[in-house]
């Protein structure tokens, strides 16, 4: 089976204490995961920019021992945060057969995030792309000759990839930019339901730098974990038309990126961001996770569509914040817009001015 290669095997050498450190960045889908099945696997394709500055940074210290229960400790901006302890026990126990070396181990993760804790972003797709790269960086160093200090493969980034996943699945889209592949699509050869792939086709130019200015409508805890998201999708009516509907969008996304057409990238963005909202208003128990201020927004970014001919657009995430997409080329009229008719409408009216990047890179 293709995930047997993720297995660790035995390692002749045990490292001394040290610290390996990485920063990963968040990412936003535009064809949008929701449902999964079995050990973290997506019931759909989806496709994602990669963010720049919305990421977080993580140290992980390790210092060997005997016992053989897991060992951390997590902390974040420097204060210990328990709350997180119990999702990365979870994670350790999942990963444990592909990192065996992990009981050897007592860990302390130091993590921070680029943006606000409060600010609604979630932090566990750069959180957990972070510490995946930083085992796998580990291990590395565990496999390597005392001289060598070897920097992560393609194969390593698939098996931290493999390995974000099973942390949060949309973490593994977070690894590598500009735009990511996650879960088996016909048409995309190399696509996987176990990691990430780089998007191989071609991208017109109007999508590079494409630019992603983050609304902060509501910095609260989210009302429905994305865990709880998924799990509803199980007894969902619409479910089979969802993924059937992604796997379509996905198709219809490939000659769109090539050709630079930015109206239909529109029409699939907007309808996917509302599609994961319908099924949330859809399920049972069902959710609105929008705001009255996330409506003004989308209504606003129409009507300056329609007034300007700008090609501005929205997508969302499993919550109340909003993602303005737009061509670098409009960068200075969008944000202007921005500073003059939404932000009036975010939390403190704060934003996050972000972009297309690049992926992680070791600290
Ligand atoms: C709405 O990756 O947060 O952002 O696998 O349970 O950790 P878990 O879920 P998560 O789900 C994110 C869903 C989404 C859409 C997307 O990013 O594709």
């Known amino acids: 089976m293709a995930i047997d290669r993720f297995v660790g ?26 449902g999964k099945y079995g050990e973290q696997l997506p019931m759909n394709s989806s496709i994602s920019f990669t963010l720049k500055n919305s990421h977080t940074n993580t140290t992980m210290f390790f210092e060997p021992k005997s016992s053989s229960e897991f060992e951390f400790e997590v902390f974040l901006d420097g204060k210990r945060e328990s709350s997180f302890e119990p999702k990365i026990l979870k994670f350790f126990e ?5 990192i065996p070396f992990i ?10 995030n680029s943006f606000p804790h409060s600010s609604g972003i979630a932090s566990s797709a750069s959180g957990m792309s972070a510490l995946a790269l930083c085992l796998v960086d580990m291990e590395l160093q565990l496999r390597s000759t005392p001289d060598g200090s070897p920097s992560l493969s393609e194969a390593d980034i698939q098996k931290a990839s ?12 977070s690894l590598q930019g500009p735009i990511i592949v996650w879960g088996e699509h016909p048409e995309i050869e190399g696509s996987s339901n176990l990691y990430g792939t780089q998007y191989k086709f071609e991208v017109h130019e109007k999508f590079h730098n494409y630019q992603d200015t983050i609304l902060l409508v509501d910095k609260g805890e989210k009302q429905v974990s994305s865990t709880v998201g998924h799990e509803l999708m199980h007894d969902h009516p619409f479910a089979k038309q969802r993924f059937e509907q992604a796997g379509s969008n996905l198709s219809k996304l490939i000659p769109v990126l090539k050709n630079g057409d930015v109206s239909e990238f529109i029409k699939i963005v907007e309808s996917e961001a509302l599609s994961l909202h319908a099924m949330m208003m859809t399920s049972m128990p069902y959710f609105i996770l929008m705001k009255p201020n996330t409506l003004e927004i989308l209504n606003r970014i129409w009507a300056f569509r329609e007034e300007t001919g700008s090609k501005v657009c929205f997508t969302l995430d499993a919550g109340a914040n909003v993602h303005v997409l737009y061509p670098e080329a409009e960068k200075e009229s969008v ?6 008719e939404l932000s009036q409408f975010c939390k403190n009216n704060e934003f996050i001015v972000d972009e297309v990047g690049f992926g992680a890179v070791k600290k």
């Open 335 to 340: 944000l202007n817009f921005i500073n003059t």
């Open 162 to 173: 493999f390995l974000a996943r099973l942390g949060s699945g949309s973490a593994c889209r």
């Open 94 to 98: 999942r990963i444990e057969k592909y």
């Open 103 to 112: 009981r050897d181990y007592k860990f302390r993760i130091e993590t921070s």
């Open 9 to 34: 095997s035995s390692y002749s050498q045990k490292l001394p204490s040290g610290s390996i450190s990485w920063q990963s960045p968040s990412n936003i889908a535009l064809v949008k995961y929701w």
